[in-house]
């Protein structure tokens, strides 16, 4: 089974920028869809952004312009680089393969507050 360990999340205020880290214990990325979420307080799990094995990206219309994902295939690990951070970001960040298949990680917690 594939493991995922995000990390890279922590306390940021209004305007600050975070990089974001998905690592998984065998090689999925060249072959797949890989995806960030996000699940913030009393809602539901929601895609952030996509990036495809051939480098196309997508984002949600609430993160385009201001979150980046990119991946490096040598280190099975995506990124997702958060810039000009808001309040309606804090959330624990997940990253799965698109549509979502393994088991999820623990996520991390990112707060943005001043």
């Known amino acids: 089974q594939v493991q995922l360990v995000e990390s890279g999340g922590g306390l940021v205020q209004p305007g600050g920028s975070l990089r974001l880290s998905c690592a998984a214990s065998?090689?999925?990325?060249?072959?797949?869809?890989m995806g960030w979420y996000r699940q913030a307080p009393g809602k539901q799990r929601e895609l952030v952004a996509v990036?495809?094995?051939?480098?196309?990206?997508n984002y949600a219309d609430s993160v385009k312009g201001r979150f980046t994902i990119s991946r490096d295939y040598a280190k099975n690990t995506v990124y997702l680089q958060m810039n000009s951070l808001k309040s309606e970001d804090t959330a624990v960040y997940y990253c799965?393969?698109?549509?979502?298949?393994?088991?999820w990680g623990q996520g991390t917690q990112v707060t943005v507050s001043s």
């Open positions: 065998r090689t999925i990325f060249s072959v797949n869809v």
């Open positions: 799965n393969v698109n549509p979502p298949y393994y088991d």
């Open positions: 990036i495809t094995s051939g480098g196309i990206t």
